[in-house]
């Protein structure tokens, strides 16, 4: 666990904030935590960027919806669904057809667009640049093999291709070009929202602790899944030696393994001690009282 800053002084008036959510399966949903501080603290974002989960999350939010909400509508929705999708990579089971895009190939890949109709809260806008704050969605063009950064454009479309791991998930196409998971190139996007704001906020839940699934004899879906997080993790690295956020948290909860959704409440159980720390990180660097907190829990 880390938590970083490093800004010495800040601008005259309001601070823009650039909150960038990373990468890193079902530990991502312990983001919901950060979201819940900003809003105990009156913090709204100037800017959002998510990669795969990261930009599941991040839509929510920019669309509008409170932490608590996200909260909420995680571990209602997550469980039983997940739990199933889980067991089909594990057991070989039959592909469920509203899950399941089969391809002319010896294997079946999720339908990332299909299972963001399962996840993704009601009321969400058709249209990215219809959310309340500047949203942005991270994918990789597989043709360029360049980071994608959607602003606008069909919001489920980009989400699902921010999420689409490859081998696990379809690719999805936009516009004539094939895009899969931002984390293959940008698993951080600090980037993205550092030239829009003032402050950055980095969010990176790719974990660092063996989750247990590493055993002598690991499935291929683990082998995955742990080769995609080493990659990412050594990619994050290096940006935070160039251009560190002015807030950086290690949310690691990596005793969980990334595809297991079905533990969303124990995820975010597991995640909660980081919350006060980041609070009071929070609180020193754009100058909140103390006692807003306070006044906000009711305390």
């Known amino acids: 666990m880390s938590l970083t800053t490093h800004r010495d002084q800040l601008p005259d008036g309001p601070p823009r904030i650039g909150l960038a959510l990373g990468g890193g399966g079902a530990r991502g949903l312990a983001h919901v935590l950060v979201l819940e501080v900003l809003d105990e603290l009156g913090i709204r974002p100037s800017v959002i960027a998510g990669t795969s989960i ?111 791991i490859p081998v696990l998930f379809a690719p999805v196409a936009i516009d004539g070009e094939v895009y899969a998971d931002g984390g293959l190139v940008n698993p951080l996007p600090l980037d993205i929202v550092a030239p829009l704001c003032d402050i950055t906020i980095g969010i990176d839940v790719t974990g660092s602790r063996d989750d247990g699934e590493m055993t002598e004899q690991p499935s291929v879906t683990t082998m995955l899944v742990h080769s995609v997080a080493i990659f990412q993790k050594t990619i994050i690295r290096e940006h935070l030696k160039t251009a560190p956020p002015d807030v950086y948290l290690d949310l690691d909860v990596g005793q969980f393994g990334a595809l297991q959704f079905n533990r969303a409440r124990e995820i975010l159980e597991a995640a909660e001690p980081f919350k006060n720390e980041f609070r009071q990180k929070l609180q020193q660097v754009l100058n909140v009282p103390p006692q807003l907190t306070q006044l906000k829990d009711g305390s």
């Open 54 to 164: 990261g930009a599941l999350i991040g839509s929510a939010y920019a669309a509008g919806m409170s932490g608590a909400r996200i909260r909420a509508h995680l571990i209602e929705t997550l469980g039983d669904r997940f739990y199933l999708i889980r067991q089909i990579f594990g057991a070989r089971s039959q592909p469920i057809q509203k899950l399941l895009n089969v391809l002319p190939m010896r294997s079946a890949l999720l339908d990332p667009i299909a299972l963001l109709d399962l996840v993704l809260p009601a009321g969400m806008p058709e249209d990215i640049a219809e959310c309340e704050i500047p949203f942005r969605a991270i994918a990789t063009d597989m043709r360029s093999q360049q980071a994608a950064v959607f602003g606008r454009g069909n919001l489920k479309h980009c989400v699902a291709a921010s999420i689409a």
